[in-house]
């Protein structure tokens, strides 16, 4: 494999994996304060992505208004499946895990009315602004200001939620409920309003990966289950809670899958980052940066 190739594999692959890091990121976002993985999590970014391109390029909206648009649209998305999907079903014991199935009927649903709305063809969204998707190339390196876009929103993003959680009251709430949700009530933290206020942020996070995924992947209604596999194989490696470590473990997913895909057909590569993932849970069962049942409050 000559220099040039290995250059261009790995720049593909850490931009995916910045990608699946954001979407493990905002599992985390939602699963701190409540317990849950929100299944329906790949399909709030699908719907980042369709409403970028309708109101991006369909209405002609700037990239900076559509932006905050979307993000508040899916907001609102994510804060009505919190009230339907999980709040009734968090206040039961902690054995039981129906959320799994509701928040997974949720995402069909999403792909459903998605596919109604928008059809199943993919549509090209702009990039962020001041980046493009002509490619750039200095020495042996080749890439797109875009990729360069995605990295760094990625890297960015995820320093403000590890800021927002380490030095911000409200941050610090969430930990506390995430530690002890009644121990957190006697203490005048409300659980119910942390919850859904994580989920709508969450959310809207998802929909700020759609955004700038778009552009790379073009959006469709069919992106959501694999982008929700990829960062669920992140969070896992990385470790539930940790967001440094999903992004490690995101860039990492991405390297392989983008290195393997010279020799490998799409399902072993698949196969191939189970396997990573089976190696390092079996070395590793909290994930790498994971803490077991420790949590920082």
């Avoid at 797109?144 to 927002?164: G, P």
């Avoid at 009644?182 to 859904?196: C, E, F, K, V, Y």
């Avoid at 959310?203 to 469709?220: D, K, Q």
Wanted: hydrophobic share 55%; with cysteine; proline share 3%.
């Amino acid at each position: 494999m000559l220099l040039e190739d290995l250059l261009a594999l790995l720049t593909t692959g850490l931009t995916m994996g910045a990608i699946y890091a954001m979407v493990a990121v905002s599992f985390n976002i939602a699963y701190k304060p409540t317990n849950v993985f929100n299944m329906a999590q790949g399909e709030l970014v699908m719907l980042g992505a369709m409403f970028a391109w309708a109101l991006m390029t369909q209405q002609h909206l700037s990239w900076i208004v559509g932006l905050v648009v979307v993000m508040g649209a899916v907001a609102l998305v994510g804060l009505f499946e919190e009230r339907v999907a999980v709040a009734t079903l968090i206040k039961r014991p902690s054995s039981h895990h129906g959320w799994i199935i509701s928040t997974l009927a949720f995402s069909i649903i999403l792909i459903n009315v998605g596919d109604r709305i928008w059809g199943t063809d993919p549509q090209v969204v702009p990039p962020v602004p001041g980046a493009t998707m002509d490619t750039v190339q200095i020495g042996s390196l080749t890439f797109s200001t875009q990729q360069v876009a995605v990295f760094a929103i990625a890297v960015a993003s995820i320093a403000i939620v590890e800021w927002v959680y380490r030095h911000t009251l409200a941050g610090k709430a969430v930990l506390a409920v995430a530690e002890d949700r009644d121990a957190a009530r006697l203490n005048g933290i409300s659980p119910s309003r942390l919850t859904m206020t994580s989920f709508a942020i969450a959310a809207a996070y998802a929909a700020l990966t759609g955004v700038v995924a778009a552009p790379l992947l073009l959006a469709s209604t069919s992106i959501g289950m694999a982008l929700l596999v990829k960062g669920f194989m992140a969070l896992a490696i990385g470790g539930v809670g940790s967001n440094w470590g999903a992004l490690a473990a995101g860039l990492m997913l991405g390297c392989v899958e983008s290195i393997s895909s010279v020799q490998l057909t799409p399902g072993y590569r698949q196969l191939l980052l189970l396997g990573v993932v089976l190696v390092v849970l079996l070395v590793k069962p909290f994930g790498l940066f994971g803490r077991g049942a420790l949590r920082e409050v």
